[in-house]
């Protein structure tokens, strides 16, 4: 059965379809990104850094795990890092989508040429394989075959003891559609859709359990890129394969708009909404559209921080608790705000409110553009929120994170969202400089602005010939008072709008010109759960103020695999500034600095008696040195109990910090990848976002030591009764957990010598075993710590 003309796709829009409340029809079309070209400014600076950083990549270091597995000769060893430890070949599938974003944002030669080399090189390897894959993945073949039988051992981040493999392949697929649909590539799709044959025929003969089985492990938007092929084809075997590759144990409390999400690994669960939006939209299914809103009403709403971010150590915490936000050093991880966006623009489409715009807007200042380093073009994983602490940059050929596959697109198409178009009507929804080709109403439209430093932004028309249409530029949510509006030098009226536009609906002649000033503010933002941090902004911006540039351990990140993580010291809590006034007259203690633009003065500020100020900038200006962006607040009568109160909280968690050597906790995923984990007969899961792992058999790591100290292991487990739990190094026992009869499930620390004779080397095996029949207790985490 054909799939109806309803939902076809334009071919040249890259994140396509939407879905919202009861609707699933699109309501705005969105312009090629070769129609829009960005003009000097901020982004345009990101664009070009990120080209260098494309271009600095050895494209024949990343097709090495594609070669290698489709048994070709490799003209260079692989990348090292997170590409030759299991993830081998995701970033080549990123690397597709950059340079075909890149490619159609700018029309780059070198861009374009490194492009069709990869295509090139993927034909070749499918052709090689003769069955349509084409995947890094090591031993993937006899993985693959593995699955076709019927043989499935999944868990969160690993299916047949392979680092999530399903998500590995996932970029690829999402490069060739990209590479199809924005370069218009042949080659791409034919190599799509192939691979996309193979998908059916791997699964054919599994039960509907068995791939549900499957999918616990994380496999990114699979469903989305298959229903993309749906469209594309206009077959709807393509529909049915995506819908088989969604996870109902997901999409299940979303139809019921249940929240499900505390303590969930994020960014394993944002591309399944894609795909659920995705697949909505394709089948007209309202309830499948209805739970992507409401996946993005509560991630947006109620799970992130001010510059658009979400997740600690990459899960979700309690709506209720942002306290790990504000103490870890692994703040809103880059890929979920990616992703998110993706979704917002998705919703956005369908239903054009101005709620979808505000976000976008602030997660692209203050979260995107601030993830790239302005000299070097490196890319962050995580930014912490944690006051005083820092961020880590990647190096081309040193750093294979998921955060700098989906960096290297982040940077490639800040052009796709800037305008659209309905029949007779042009939206500006962003306010970056750039020149927009109107093909079909043969118009040039030119943005220019010096915006957010400056509030004012001009646009000039240019039509072929006189041409009506309406010109809707976005109001703003952080407005307070109403625009100044100028329509050829002459003050004009707007039509009032209830969404939130400027509406001018006229025939525009040649050079016809439009200016709109926009008032800023100063203004707050609370964390989520009402605890007394606030973020000051100022229009669309997060600002924040620098602390030092002491100690930024690993700033430039090497090619270990926890390289991404700030390791440097944690600037206690209460040694952090107190903003000491009420919540409402924080604005009052920010005053702009002359001949400064965008940097203010912020008063007020309290560290026991001693009273001073410190200096805010935009945070997308902060690199290369701590900063705070969340500043904890408490009235002169709550301020010693506020001040006591955080010292007492941290005492610990800071001394255990500093004597720590290296750390796993326990059933989340990147700490365990990155400590290399083995693991038979166990189970990992959570309790509200406390992560464990448990084992009826036994699962190991690979951890740092210290040759040079006297080390001791540190575990902490929850107490529970009849559980047994023995503790080897190097696969000899050197103690095991209390047993005990109470099942109160309280969480319990040991701390256990190492001997002298274990530790001689970098690293050392932790195994947490048990004696059958018995389970062993849940562990939570396990740290190598120096003697205290």
Known sequence: MKLKKLITICLLSTTMGTVIQAQTQKQIEYFHLRD???????????????????????????????????????????????????????????YVSALSYMYASTGHAAIKERLDYMLSTFKRCQDAHGDGYIGGV??????????????????????????????????????????????????????????????ITLVAGLSEEQIQDMLRSEHGGLNETFADVAAITQNS?????????????????????????????????????????????????????????????????????????????EHFNPVDDFSKMIQSVEGPETCNTYNMLRLTRMLYQTDPKSKYLNYYERALYNHILSTQNPETGGL????????????????????MWCCVGSGIENHAKYGEMIYAHRDNELFVNLFIPSTLNWQEKSVKLVQEN????????????????????????RKPGWLTGEPVVQLNGKPHDVIP??????????????????????????????????????????????????????????????????GHVARGRQIPLRDIPILATAPDSIPNLVKPIKNAPLHFKLSGLRLGEEQFSMELEPFYKTHEARYILYWPQA???????????????????????????????????????????????????????????????????????????????????????????????????????????????????????????????ETLQVKITTDAPSTSHKILEIRVIKVD
Request: aromatic share 10%; no cysteine; glycine share 6%.
């Open 36 to 94: 829009v070209s960005l003009l000097p400014g901020p982004f345009k600076h990101a664009e070009e850094l990120d080209l260098n950083y494309l271009l600095t990549l050895d494209a024949d270091r990343l097709l090495a795990p594609f070669l290698e597995e489709a048994d070709l000769p490799s003209p260079a060893e692989r990348y090292g890092n997170w590409e030759n430890t299991g993830l081998d070949g995701h970033i080549g599938g990123h």
């Open 138 to 199: 090591p031993e993937g073949k006899a993985l693959w075959e593995e699955v076709k039988q019927g043989k499935i051992n999944a868990g969160g981040f690993s299916l047949n003891e392979r680092w999530v493999p399903l998500y590995n392949i996932h970029k690829t697929y999402a490069g060739l559609r990209d590479a199809y649909l924005l370069t218009g590539s042949e080659i791409a799709k034919d190599m799509l859709i192939k691979m996309t044959d193979w998908a």
């Open 237 to 313: 075997k393509y529909l049915a394969l995506a819908k088989q590759f969604s996870q109902k144990a997901v999409l299940n409390p979303l139809l019921a708009q249940e929240d499900y999400l505390t303590g969930k690994h994020a960014n394993t669960q944002i591309p399944k909404v894609l795909g659920f939006k995705r697949i909505g939209d394709l089948s007209k299914d309202d309830q499948w559209a209805d739970a992507a809103r409401y996946f993005w009403e509560n991630v947006i709403e109620r799970r992130s921080v001010s510059i658009g971010g979400n997740s600690v150590s």
């Open 380 to 399: 962050v994983y995580f930014t912490q929120m944690r006051p005083g602490h820092y961020r880590v940059y990647s190096q081309p050929h040193t750093s």
């Open 450 to 473: 010096n915006f957010p430093t400056e509030n004012k932004i001009q646009f000039s028309v240019h039509p072929k010939s006189a041409t009506s249409f309406a010109l809707r530029i």
């Open 497 to 562: 709008s209830k969404e939130g536009w400027i509406t001018i609906e006229r025939q525009w002649e040649k050079s016809d010109h439009v200016s709109v000033e926009f008032p800023m503010h100063i203004y707050t933002e609370q964390l989520p759960d009402r605890s007394n941090y606030y973020s000051i902004l100022y229009g669309p911006l997060v600002l924040a103020a620098k602390t030092g540039t002491n100690d930024l351990t690993g700033l430039f990140a090497d090619d270990s695999r926890m």
């Open 635 to 761: 009235t002169e009568q709550e301020l010693v109990a506020l001040q006591e109160k955080t010292e007492r909280e941290e005492r610990e968690s800071l001394r255990l910090a500093a004597m720590t050597i290296d750390r796993v906790v326990s059933g989340e995923q990147q700490p365990e990848s990155d400590h290399f984990i083995k693991e038979q007969n166990t189970q990992a899961g959570s309790i509200a976002d406390v992560r464990w792992r448990e084992a009826k058999g036994w699962f190991s790591y690979i951890v740092k030591t210290d040759s040079k100290e006297n080390v001791q292991l540190y575990i902490k487990y929850l107490e529970e009764e009849n559980r047994k739990t023995n503790i080897l190094i190097n696969d000899k026992e050197i103690g095991r957990l209390s047993q005990t009869n109470s099942s109160s499930g309280e969480v319990k620390t040991e701390v256990i010598a190492i001997p002298p004779t274990s530790n001689k080397g």
